[in-house]
């Protein structure tokens, strides 16, 4: 809701801060006093093209600052846009146009875009005119319109849609994935083949490697232990000696007790060679030189090596690659099968969803018959009888289908008897728009609105009976949203519960617009000139006074 309207320096304003409440306000004055002014300062603030020709003649700058009472809905688009705001504290837009061009926009004194503030506005604000082209006007909104109209749930429409979607891209995947892969069969083929014969299995490159090392340790030891075995073993070797040695010693060694040491000494020492040579026989087995196995493990490594270069893969990971192309290669030739179960589940979730959507266009259409009804019945008192209404619910093509199902809805009209259905937004005459909208607002009780809205004149060229049905309708719609009223008629300004004036004045010098709000005296007085003209008689004032008459 808009508390407060604050104007510096615009065209004829010089100063002017205005607060509004809820309910219907009213705003009136002679022609010619300024109130487009008003409105061109709002519709600035709410996202307007800036035009230097607004700021007032001899200022640097205009400057409107717009207050909104909390707007919770709004924060996190705001958010989104790197606004932040409380959902609880009020929205201030503020817009600034500089005389030599440029403007600047802040919402709650934060830099925002221009386009920023136009969506803003769009939330806060309706204002319904002769030349409006949003709110009711744009055929992008009239179905979520129709849909709370017709109190219609597409949740259900929107999984279906959501599966489907998914459905159709596990087929879109699959196909794209079976014609990369047909055109790599050859490839397969030759690769699976390959690997499979080579058997390469995990860590067998270090197995192999560790393996040839010890072989060439062997090698290259083999001398040195063949030198060795000949200075040990052998009947000439120093085994063979010590044993000789203690044979003879052992026949003196009681003849001294060192010589019997000495036996003991040389005892132990043969024990120690001879487990010395066992050690090295063994030695020498184990490092056996096999040129065959050596040059077989050479031939394996490098093969394996260059195989794994080949696929641009670790040696330990060619047996996963193996399976994971022997896998590939096996989905290929089940291609197949799995395409026409994934072309036959796609085609089942289209099938629901074609169910969900046509019964939500069985409830659309039932909705839109109610609508029109409702509004045809407004339609007469606001002398537009001669004209029809029609919900237009038509068939979208296949490829704009949707979450929210596959209608376009758009609001039609036909002003003439006889005359075709045209879209809402192609009448010709002001005065007939805004009452259309108004009586489209009144049988849509309001949904998907915003919460302050503006009609300007709608009651331009009528009077009387007419005038008075389309006051109590803006009543009515202002017990569920803030009205901002510009009018010329008597009946319409006695339904509001706030009154302005729009004036100017002059000084001799320079003219000035101003607004002033009227007070129960001011406002019977103000009804008495809009109902007799220049001279104000007492007929007009009593007439005045029965039309404030509570109702």
């Known amino acids: 809701m808009l508390t407060g309207l604050s104007i510096r320096d615009v065209v004829l304003i010089e100063a002017l ?18 109130k487009s002014i008003l409105l061109d300062a709002l519709g600035l603030a709410l996202g307007a093209r800036a035009d230097s020709g607004l700021v007032r003649q001899g200022a640097a700058q205009a400057v409107v600052t717009a207050t909104f009472e909390p707007v919770g809905p709004l924060a996190p688009a705001l958010a989104d846009s790197g606004v932040e705001i409380d959902p609880g504290e009020p929205v201030i837009v503020r817009r600034i146009v500089k005389a030599d061009g440029g403007s600047r926009a802040f919402v709650n004194d934060q830099p925002v875009s221009a386009a920023l503030l136009r969506e803003l506005g769009a939330g806060l604000v309706e204002i319904h005119g002769q030349h409006d082209d949003r709110g009711l006007l744009n055929p992008r909104g009239h179905r979520a319109l129709l849909d709370a109209f017709g109190r219609l749930d597409s949740a259900a429409t929107a999984r279906a849609h959501a599966a489907w979607r998914a459905a159709e891209d596990a087929l879109i995947a699959a196909r794209a994935e079976q014609e990369d892969a047909d055109r790599d069969r050859e490839w397969l083929d030759h690769a699976v083949a390959e690997l499979t014969g080579f058997a390469p299995e995990p860590g067998e490159e270090q197995a192999l490697a560790e393996e040839r090392a010890a072989i060439q340790r062997g090698a290259r030891l083999a001398e040195d232990l063949g030198a060795v075995d000949q200075h040990l073993g052998g009947s000439a070797g120093a085994l063979a000696g010590l044993r ?14 060192l010589l019997a040491e000495a036996l003991s000494a040389l005892d132990r020492a043969v024990i120690e060679a001879a487990e010395a040579e066992d050690r090295l026989a063994r030695a020498h087995e184990a490092l056996a030189h096999d040129p065959a196995r050596l040059e077989a493990i050479e031939t394996r490594l490098f093969e394996l090596r260059a195989l794994a270069r080949k696929h641009r893969v670790e040696p330990d990971a060619l047996a996963e690659l193996a399976a994971t192309l022997a896998a590939r290669l096996a989905r290929i030739a089940a291609g197949g099968e799995g395409l026409a179960a994934l072309a036959a589940a796609a085609a089942e979730a289209r099938a629901a969803y074609a169910a969900e959507a046509a019964t939500l266009s069985a409830r659309r259409a039932e909705a839109a018959a109610r609508l029109d009804a409702a509004v045809a019945a407004e339609l007469a008192p606001l002398k537009l009888d ?88 803006l009543a009515r719609l202002a017990g569920r949203a803030q009205l901002l009223v510009v009018t010329h008629s008597p009946q319409v300004a006695a339904r509001g519960t706030g009154h302005w004036l729009i004036a100017k004045s002059h000084d001799g010098l320079v003219t000035r617009t101003g607004v002033v709000p009227l007070d129960a005296a001011a406002r019977r007085e103000e009804i008495a000139r809009m109902l007799s003209g220049a001279t104000i008689t007492d007929e007009a004032r009593a007439q005045a006074a029965r039309l404030l008459e509570p109702q």
């Open 17 to 34: 801060d205005l607060g509004f409440g809820p309910g219907l306000s009213v705003l009136t004055g002679e022609t010619g006093a300024g």
């Open 244 to 257: 000789q040695a203690a044979r003879r010693l052992d026949r003196i060694g009681g003849e001294h007790p």
């Open 386 to 473: 001669a004209a029809r209404f029609q919900t237009a619910v038509q068939p979208l093509p296949e490829e704009q289908w949707g979450a929210a199902g596959r209608d376009r809805v758009e609001f039609m009209i036909s002003t003439n008897p006889g005359a075709p259905f045209a879209p809402l937004a192609k009448i010709a005459s002001g005065g007939e728009l805004s009452r259309f909208i108004l009586a489209l607002k009144v049988a849509l009780a309001e949904e998907g609105g915003a919460g302050t809205m503006i009609f300007d004149e709608i009651d331009r060229g009528v009077g009387g009976a007419v005038a008075s049905a389309i006051g109590d309708r």
